[in-house]
């Protein structure tokens, strides 16, 4: 039982490239979200599903897409990096009830 | 916006009980109370959650007033691997989780 994996755990993009950071769950949970933390600040909420085939924006989601093919995978995409998206992100998930958020280690993207 | 407010930071001495408050006033009769720590920069880890009565487990108690309006988290006997931000967050299914800056504890030897 791996939990939430997050890759790559490190990423350097140039600007204006794109790449998808991935986020697999082993757990059978229906709510996957992605967050984005910046240095010395709390995480925003970018985008989220709540079962496949459901998506939804968060607090941030302007630059990034997601889709939710299936229960375990919840990709996010960045089209086009730009610098102000340099940040480390989080996928974290849940079940459909009042239990808590599981979160992955994280990956730390750098656009220059 | 967060809907629970936590003092900026706290200071521990090692071995002592550290005790973090929140507040909540503004709370529902159906969201619960989760708190999370965040050591560095590594994702965020559950420590407890509870809706009324008071809960422990090994890592933490959670206090919550008759009211539900506050709660302290106690970690029993601190020690320097629990310096970390601390995280008090009112959820309820249904609802996403929203981070605020938290509290900087530092447990000093």
């Known amino acids: 039982n791996a939990g939430v994996t997050q890759t790559p755990k490190f990423q350097v993009l140039k600007t204006g490239q794109s790449m998808t950071l991935q986020c697999a769950q082993d757990?059978?949970?229906?709510?996957m979200s992605w967050y984005r933390q910046d240095p010395g600040m709390g995480l925003r909420l970018i985008h989220y599903?709540?079962?496949?085939?459901?998506?939804d924006q968060g607090e941030v989601p302007n630059g990034y897409n997601v889709s939710r093919s299936t229960t375990e995978d919840f990709p996010l995409r960045l089209l086009s990096a730009a610098p102000s998206q340099t940040s480390v992100y989080f996928c974290?998930?849940?079940?459909?009830?009042?239990?808590?958020?599981?979160f992955g280690n994280g990956t730390r993207l750098t656009v220059t | 916006d967060a809907k629970t407010t936590q003092p900026p930071s706290m200071d521990c001495a090692e071995g002592r009980a550290a005790n973090l408050p929140c507040n909540h006033s503004?709370?529902?009769?159906?969201?619960?109370v989760y708190w999370y720590r965040q050591i560095h920069s590594q994702g965020p880890q559950y420590i407890i959650h509870?809706?009324?009565n008071n809960e422990t487990n090994e890592m933490a108690s959670l206090i919550i007033t008759e009211d539900r309006k506050s709660s302290t988290l106690i970690l029993p006997h601190a020690t320097l691997r629990d310096t970390a931000v601390y995280y008090c967050?009112?959820?309820?299914?249904?609802?996403?989780?929203?981070f605020g800056p938290g509290t900087r504890l530092s447990v000093l030897p």
């Open positions: 503004t709370i529902s009769g159906n969201e619960y």
């Open positions: 599903s709540v079962g496949a085939g459901i998506t």
């Open positions: 757990m059978n949970h229906e709510y």
């Open positions: 509870g809706l009324k």
């Open positions: 967050i009112v959820n309820n299914y249904g609802q996403n989780f929203v």
């Open positions: 974290a998930t849940r079940k459909v009830n009042n239990s808590p958020l599981h």
